[in-house]
């Protein structure tokens, strides 16, 4: 329990925003706790602590960012502040992009032994692949497990809402880059990837692609910037280059689809399924489709009150996804 003293002192730094004092004090009472036999409550209150800073710490970048963006106004609209809490060891990935991603978080744990030796680290990025296969998701992850903040750069509101304003938009978030250390995700990126060699191409496209590839060069801090897109076959291959890493995903094989409803599926037994003919049915369909039909058989398994899940409930779910999916592809 907490001193009459430490109470009175949480409230003094609460009211007053000291949220530093009011942090020493939260870790006093927790190594107070801790001294008294109460671990878990000791490690839960020492938990908590780290979160709320992380928290705050995050939306104060975010204030920063939109304040530094301030002078055209709209910027909150490009940059968007994306809350982060999964790890990468949440995701399922195949081998070999496992691989790749564990190499960039690495290389960003050892930045200032690879910058001191005149070594560029993987911070420039670019993620292709079709769509629900862990783009986002991934870059969200990476952000989390590095302790940074994540921030959508919304490229397609930048460039058709502020034509014309582009450039300076574009500016201004590198310049966030520079000051503000985090991950910033280039969602949809083929929106100005794509404009280099198009025959009709838009001059104020093209002068924004070049200043993309110009901030990404000069980039300085260690910021991680990563462009995501749908259409990576379709972008000028000389824009690879400019990337430290260029990470494809895929569709699941049958081993990550396994992987994926066993994660999945957990808490309704998957003991039942028979995994050949599951794995016909999820074929060709993204992880998100996936997930969407895992939670559509646990629906079914809880309305009918079932034990467990059944291969029919699952294979009709993933039914359903694939008719869904190619309606809309
Ligand atoms: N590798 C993965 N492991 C586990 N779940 C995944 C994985 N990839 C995607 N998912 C699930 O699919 C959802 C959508 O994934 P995500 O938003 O990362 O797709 P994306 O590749 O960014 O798609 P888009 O191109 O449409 O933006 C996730 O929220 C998650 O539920
Ligand atoms: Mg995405």
Redesign the pocket.
Same mark, same amino acid.
């Given at each position: 329990m907490p001193t009459a003293n430490q109470i009175k002192s949480l409230l003094r730094s609460h009211s007053t925003g000291d949220d530093e004092q009011f942090y020493a004090v939260a870790l006093q009472v927790a190594a107070a706790e801790a001294r008294r036999g109460h671990q878990k409550l000791a490690t839960e209150i020492r938990d908590l602590v780290r979160d709320t800073r992380k928290r705050i710490d995050s939306s104060e970048a975010v204030g920063n960012v939109v304040a530094l963006a301030r002078p055209t106004g709209e910027a909150a609209d490009i940059l968007e502040g994306v809350p982060t809490h999964l790890k990468t060891t949440?995701?399922?990935?195949e081998p070999s992009?496992r691989e790749r991603i564990d190499r960039i978080l690495r290389e960003q744990k050892n930045l200032s032994r690879i910058k001191e030796n005149n070594l560029r680290p993987r911070q420039r990025l670019l993620?292709t692949?079709? @769509?629900?296969?862990?783009?986002?998701?991934?870059?969200?992850a990476l952000a989390n497990e590095l302790g940074l903040p994540l921030f959508v750069v919304r490229l397609d509101s930048l460039l058709s809402r502020f034509l014309g304003e582009s450039l300076t938009k574009l500016r201004l978030v590198f310049e966030a880059a520079e000051t503000t250390r985090a991950v910033y995700l280039f969602?949809?990126f083929d929106s100005i990837g794509f404009t280099r060699n198009a025959p009709n191409d838009v001059g104020e496209m093209r002068r924004v692609l070049n200043a993309f590839l110009v901030f990404i060069e000069r980039l300085r801090s260690n910021s991680m910037i990563i462009a995501?897109?749908?259409y990576g076959e379709r972008l000028d291959k000389a824009l690879f280059r400019r990337f430290d890493d260029l990470v494809e995903?895929g569709l @699941?094989a049958s081993e990550?689809v396994r992987e994926?409803i066993k994660?999945l599926l957990h808490n309704v037994g998957t003991e039942r399924l028979s995994w050949r003919r599951v794995e016909q049915a999820a074929e060709g369909l993204?992880?998100?489709?996936?997930?969407?039909a895992c939670e559509e058989a646990i629906k079914d398994v809880l309305i009918h009150d079932l034990p467990k899940i059944t291969n029919q409930a699952l294979i009709k779910a993933l039914a359903e996804r694939r008719v869904y999916a190619y309606a809309n592809h």
């Open positions: 949440d995701l399922v990935l992009l993620f692949g079709p @769509p629900g296969c862990g783009k986002t998701i991934t870059a969200s969602d949809e995501a897109t749908n995903f @699941p990550q994926t994660r993204s992880y998100a489709e996936i997930t969407r």
